[in-house]
């Protein structure tokens, strides 16, 4: 669920101790973008999701729930 989803990115972005900022950057987009997937008012794109993976060393399916 959208609710699961946007769960799951937070705790993830929480649990790898990076800022949003520094997060943001090295994905490519704004932190207001960020915040908005975080609190579930917009997803981020397979390609955004891939590149979360690989920054917060996890699973797409460990972002998506």
């Known amino acids: ?3 699961q ?6 705790k993830m ?3 790898s101790g990076f800022k949003q ?7 490519g987009v704004s ?9 579930g008012q917009r ?3 397979r390609d955004h999701l891939r590149s979360l993976s690989k920054l917060l060393r996890c699973k797409i399916s460990d972002l998506e729930g």
Request: aromatic share 10%; hydrophobic share 40%.
């Open 1 to 3: 669920t959208m609710q």
């Open 5 to 10: 989803k946007r769960n799951n990115l937070k």
């Open 13 to 15: 972005i929480q649990e």
């Open 21 to 27: 900022k520094f997060i943001a950057d090295k994905i």
């Open 31 to 39: 932190e207001i973008s960020l915040s908005y997937w975080i609190i």
């Open 43 to 45: 997803n981020p794109s």
